[in-house]
């Protein structure tokens, strides 16, 4: 199939795809944002988390990754981000366990905007176990190191993990965002892929001046 043919293909069949909207004017909880309540723990010592949550085959969280990647490339030393990978159905769980498995040999960050490019441009089927054990070694990792890393008890229980986060937020579309356990913000609550990075930056600065008043 034809890239062009491909992305298709998945902005129309994939259940979490969102739709773009004009952006709001004024960011206001209830419109670009919702407030969590009671506020949720953080896992970052001190510094202000931002979970993204994700899935590999959504065109939209696709999208969002040169916003994500400007904005973070610029963010201040006080945020940390954590990725989390949806699971809305068994079938997502491939790519979770990917994703895991690239963090945990150290190569997330090396390769996760290129699992993207590779599956929607390429059309190289990364959820499927076989083709992405021969793409990971092709792209230098050993391919058996990958495989006992991918189906490791430490990879599964990650992967619980991040069912158990989704159900915490209540999460119902990607890309997804939590600022501090406390904010929830998503591209189409935003009204976009810019913009709901946008909505992240001041959520972030929202957070930090709430935390020191």
């Not at 050993?142 to 619980?160: I, M, N, T, W």
């Amino acid at each position: 199939m034809e890239p062009r043919g491909c992305l298709q293909k998945w902005l129309f069949a994939s259940v979490f795809v969102l739709l773009a909207g004009a952006a709001s004017a004024q960011t206001q909880p209830g419109r670009e944002f919702q407030r969590i309540e009671p506020q949720r723990p953080v896992a970052a010592d001190g510094r202000i988390e931002v979970i993204e949550f994700f899935y590999y085959g959504c065109p939209v969280c696709y999208e969002t990754q040169p916003f994500l990647t400007r904005w973070l490339g610029r963010a201040s030393e006080y945020v940390a981000i954590r990725r989390v990978p949806a699971l809305s159905t068994e079938a997502w769980e491939p790519f979770a366990k990917l994703f895991y498995a690239l963090e945990t040999l150290g190569q997330a960050d090396r390769l996760h905007w290129q699992v993207y490019d590779h599956f929607h441009f390429e059309n190289v089927k990364l959820n499927d176990e076989k083709i992405m054990a021969d793409w990971v070694a092709r792209n230098g990792i050993e391919r058996q190191r990958f495989v006992e890393v991918y189906g490791s008890s430490g990879v599964a229980a990650r992967v619980a993990q991040a069912r158990e986060l989704l159900k915490a937020y209540d999460v119902r579309a990607v890309p997804t965002f939590i600022v501090d356990g406390k904010f929830l913000t998503s591209a189409r609550l935003a009204g976009g892929t810019e913009q709901v990075i946008q909505v992240v930056d001041h959520l972030v600065k929202l957070a930090r001046e709430e935390r020191f008043r």
